[in-house]
């Protein structure tokens, strides 16, 4: 079973790492995809369905038997409680949304780090089961990723990767390509200056010596974009890709059956020709 201190290690030391992304409070599919091999799953506590009882059974979840991954939690704000009580429930890192200046990632590496060298308050509840409990352990055995996803990210992205005690940075596009004038998430008249910023940002990452991740619709786009620098990335998400996959199926039933049917017909007005010739 994969750690929370030998992920931090290789996150820090900015090894290719590869995670998924749920939006759906679903524990027993947790238990599923954490044996897959992915080194991560990062639930989202922002955009997802969960509230913090299904946050907290998601990340029990995910410490099944022959689990590969991880918990990482995207907290629903650069916020002090919404990070402690992630941190509590056993996530092995969190990920910080809209970060626009370095004075913002410091505030959410101060949550993340006991006095004197942060505000978090000591209560790890389930998390001293498995990291912690001693503060020295938690703050070796726990990262905090800053979002760049707003234009101020961008414009301040070498300050915040600067920002002592940042683990790394995590892209969020969508987000990343509306600051950058795209009318839609996925615009691609802002193409070109969207895969300038991504430049940008992952060399802030790589001349400060922390992590740089990005979000991906696919794990084709992951493998892209570690291809180009990044050092971890996340393959999104259950609810999506659940409705891609049924409808998919739903596709190639009514396909074979249409093709089916059109074969008997043909078949039949055949037979029916040749009783017809015959006669």
């Known amino acids: 079973m994969t750690t929370a201190a030998h992920f931090t290690d290789a996150l820090r030391k900015r090894q290719r790492l590869l995670g998924y992304w749920s939006l759906l409070d679903s524990p027993v599919a947790a238990e599923r995809l954490a044996r897959l091999g992915y080194d991560y799953l990062a639930f989202d506590a922002q955009h997802g369905l969960f509230g913090y009882q299904g946050l907290l059974n998601n990340l029990i979840a995910t410490d099944t038997r022959d689990s590969t991954a991880v918990g990482v939690v995207r907290v629903e704000a650069n916020d002090l409680t919404c990070i402690g009580r992630a ?13 626009d200046t370095a004075r913002d990632a410091a505030e959410a590496v101060a949550a993340v780090r006991y006095p004197p060298h942060g505000r978090r308050s000591y209560g790890p509840m389930r998390a001293q089961l498995r990291i912690g409990p001693d503060p020295a352990d938690a703050h070796e055995q726990t990262a905090v990723l800053a979002m760049i996803e707003t234009a101020d990210g961008l414009a301040h992205v070498e300050e915040i990767c600067a920002t002592p005690g940042l683990d790394g940075i995590y ?31 992952r060399e802030a990452a790589e001349a400060a010596g922390i992590a740089a991740g990005i979000h991906n619709a696919d794990g084709a786009s992951a493998a892209r974009r570690l291809d180009e620098g990044f050092t971890f990335a996340s ?3 259950d609810v999506v890709h659940l409705q891609q ?17 059109t074969a008997r017909d043909a ?13």
């Open 171 to 201: 892209v969020g596009p969508s987000d990343l390509r509306l600051a950058l004038g795209g009318r839609t998430s996925t615009d691609p008249d802002v193409a070109e200056e969207f895969e300038a910023a991504l430049v940008r940002i």
């Open 267 to 279: 078949t039949g007005r055949r037979d029916a020709t040749d009783r017809s010739t015959r006669a």
């Open 245 to 261: 996959a049924a409808a998919a199926h739903l596709d190639a039933a009514r396909n074979a059956t249409e093709r089916n049917v």
């Open 87 to 99: 941190l509590d429930a056993g996530a092995a890192a969190v990920i910080v949304p809209l970060i």
């Open 235 to 237: 393959v999104a998400a």
